[in-house]
């Protein structure tokens, strides 16, 4: 047995995770629509950016099945990734008079599917309820409003400097579908965190 699968198993048998609530009523899944999994999903063709916030292909039905027949495992997963992911994005607000030295725009996403730290283009379970727990997963995001390697525009002319994007890595639950055994895992995912400005030497 799998020493991941071992582990789970121990602590169910120990009682550490709770128990499914009786009162659930799970769906009736009916015919499975047919996904075709590739290396890139066609949501990529749309845009330039490492993830995709809109998939016509998502597998929803899926996800949502080995979400309900992994419900434990999951949860403790999905437990674990909110705990201890320091960028966490619950309760924060965005301040509108924060000033910065290159111009960015902000914005919180819930990508459907993204690119890993490993080049691979992976499933991020997000908006997809299981026995009444909605697993959301949200990203901060800040992407530079210039050109990389444009004059930061609020330093003197007389100093040196440039305006450079800044990336923050991301903890997110993702489902892989060719993982016949416990198709869930935490993965890394680099996203734009900020739009930085580098000084550089002073000139007469």
Excluded at 32 to 42: L, N
Excluded at 79 to 91: C, F, P, Q, R, Y
Aim: contains cysteine; charged residues 20%.
């Amino acid at each position: 047995m799998p020493i991941q699968l071992f582990i789970i198993a121990s602590l169910m048998v120990c009682g550490v995770f709770s128990s499914p609530d009786p009162n659930y009523k799970q769906p009736s899944y009916g015919a499975a629509p047919r996904y075709e999994y590739v290396e890139i999903p066609h949501c990529a063709k749309n845009t330039t950016k490492s993830w995709c916030l809109e998939d016509n292909e998502y597998p929803q039905h899926d996800v949502q099945q080995a979400l309900d027949q992994h419900y434990q495992a999951v949860v403790a997963f999905y437990k674990d990734k909110l705990a201890n992911t320091e960028n966490s994005v619950d309760g924060l607000v965005k301040f509108n008079d924060e000033v910065y030295l290159c111009p960015s725009s902000t914005d919180y996403v819930r990508p459907l599917r993204a690119i890993n730290v490993d080049g691979k283009w992976r499933t991020i379970v997000n908006n997809v309820e299981s026995y009444g727990i909605k697993y959301t997963q949200t990203a901060r995001i800040e992407e530079c409003d210039v050109v990389v390697g444009t004059t930061c525009p609020l330093v003197p002319s007389c100093y040196e400097s440039k305006c450079v994007q800044k990336n923050i890595f991301h903890r997110f639950l993702v489902y892989n579908p060719h993982d016949y055994t416990f198709p869930f895992a935490i993965e890394k995912f680099k996203m734009p965190g900020s739009c930085g400005c580098i000084v550089g030497a002073f000139h007469l």
